[in-house]
């Protein structure tokens, strides 16, 4: 992955401070760092961590190491556009109460759940405004119609801040990254211009597994700690809420535990749009007896729907038809026919 993303950044960014944390094992930490030896057009500095650390944990000890004003936090499967940024680092720049800019992400990934083998599919993530005056607000919006904040431009000094109240939760990434985006929603106010920010590579084969089994949940909702992580979670957010809204005590706490509860009607509610192009939905519950046989057809269904929308706004860019074609062969699928969309 690593290897393909810094193959992309040589062909299309301009010179970049870039830091690699990497936690793998000592052999393909090897060939890690000697990539990013080999590439001479960024400043890349490749930093070592044990295998064991927590992911927050790692992710606040790199942001540590950063030198620059601003930064934006990137997986090596998902490749950030460069035509965008320089508007939305003004946007930064020029507007202090906003903390961070999302732009659209694009997911790509083989279509094997539609029965083709040799092309990609395409869906577009936008996210709901969130530009309302108050911290509740703004926290209600987020969780209410939730699209993950944790890869944006932001300011390096008030992510850092965020990251490192953060670490107590660990190993516990869905509460993780809630909470990473509830700070930023309290903190201020989130630019989401209607442009391609970046192209990320999902993995739902693994997620429809585990919802099948209702593993993850058996794992992590339904754990005997989960109560005692919950608590952690809600104390971190009610003391920004205290913070930024004047809320104290119960009152703060309250508001956390009302969010949660917007979070859930919306994210643990699967709704998959029918084939047959009619503004109709289906609401799916992610945990119930008819989940392994439904979640799957929902899942299905669901990537059908993607082969029905162009998303024409989006493959407008020049460069994101540029790295399609760049996807396109490195993955190894004929150009002229493995767009789905």
């Not at 084969?205 to 339904?222: L, M, P, R, S």
């Not at 269904?301 to 082969?307: A, E, F, G, H, V």
Request: net charge neutral; proline share 5%; aromatic share 10%.
């Amino acid at each position: 992955m690593l290897d393909r993303l810094l193959k992309y950044w040589e062909m299309s960014m301009p010179p970049l401070p870039i830091i690699v944390a990497d936690s793998s094992e000592a052999s393909p930490m090897a060939v890690n760092k000697a990539l990013c030896a080999e590439t001479k057009k960024h400043d890349i500095s490749h930093h070592a961590f044990d295998g064991e650390i927590a992911f927050i944990e790692k992710v606040a000890r790199a942001v540590e190491l950063v030198r620059t004003p601003y930064m934006f936090l990137c997986a090596d499967d998902d490749f950030l556009l460069p035509s965008p940024l320089a508007e939305f680092l003004a946007n930064l720049e020029a507007a202090p109460d906003i903390v961070c800019v999302q732009g659209l992400s694009v997911f790509f990934r083989p279509a094997i759940s539609v029965g083709y083998n040799d092309r990609l599919l395409l869906d577009v993530h936008s996210g709901y405004r969130l530009d309302q005056s108050t911290a509740t607000e703004r926290l209600n919006a987020h969780l209410g119609h939730y699209r993950a904040l944790i890869y944006s431009l932001r300011r390096t000094s008030e992510f850092l801040e965020d990251v490192r109240l953060v670490v107590p939760l660990q190993d516990q990434l869905m509460l993780m990254e809630l909470a990473l985006g509830s700070l930023d929603a309290i903190r201020g106010k989130i630019s989401r211009p209607e442009k391609v920010m970046t192209m990320i590579e999902s993995h739902p084969g693994g997620a429809y597994h585990k919802h099948k089994k209702v593993t993850y949940w058996n794992q992590v909702i339904f754990a005997p700690d989960f109560s005692h992580w919950l608590g952690i979670y809600i104390q971190i957010i009610a003391s920004q809420l205290e913070r930024f809204s004047g809320l104290r005590g119960e009152a703060a706490e309250e508001e956390v535990r009302r969010s949660l509860v917007a979070f859930s009607q919306e994210h643990f509610t699967m709704r998959a749009p029918k084939i047959d192009n009619k503004a109709k939905f289906f609401n799916l519950p992610v945990v119930g007896p008819v989940i392994k046989k439904a979640w799957l057809k929902a899942a299905k269904l669901y990537d059908y729907c993607r082969l029905m929308n162009k998303h024409g706004q989006a493959l407008k860019a020049e460069d994101f038809r540029d790295l399609i074609k760049y996807l396109e062969k490195h993955i190894g699928y004929a150009p002229d026919k493995s767009i789905i969309r």
